[in-house]
């Protein structure tokens, strides 16, 4: 499988977001990672979907630890 991913960062922290999905401390400033795959639809044509993918709030080197290979 091919990933991409979107790393948005937030301008609320802990308070707002609740605690870092990854390592489960408190974030001063919270980042949203949005994961998509690469599929090939029906007619052959490559595309992407975040279906069976992962989005996560956190520290930022929390979730870019996650990602996938």
Do not use: A
């Amino acid at each position: 499988m091919v990933y991409r991913y979107k790393l948005i960062r937030t301008r609320y922290g802990s308070d707002r977001y609740g605690k870092c999905e990854v390592c489960k401390k408190n974030v001063n400033t919270t980042y949203h990672q949005i994961e998509e795959r690469k599929y090939r639809q029906p007619s052959g044509k490559l595309s992407w979907t975040r279906h069976n993918c992962r989005d996560l709030f956190g520290h930022k080197s929390c979730l870019i630890r996650r990602r996938r290979k």
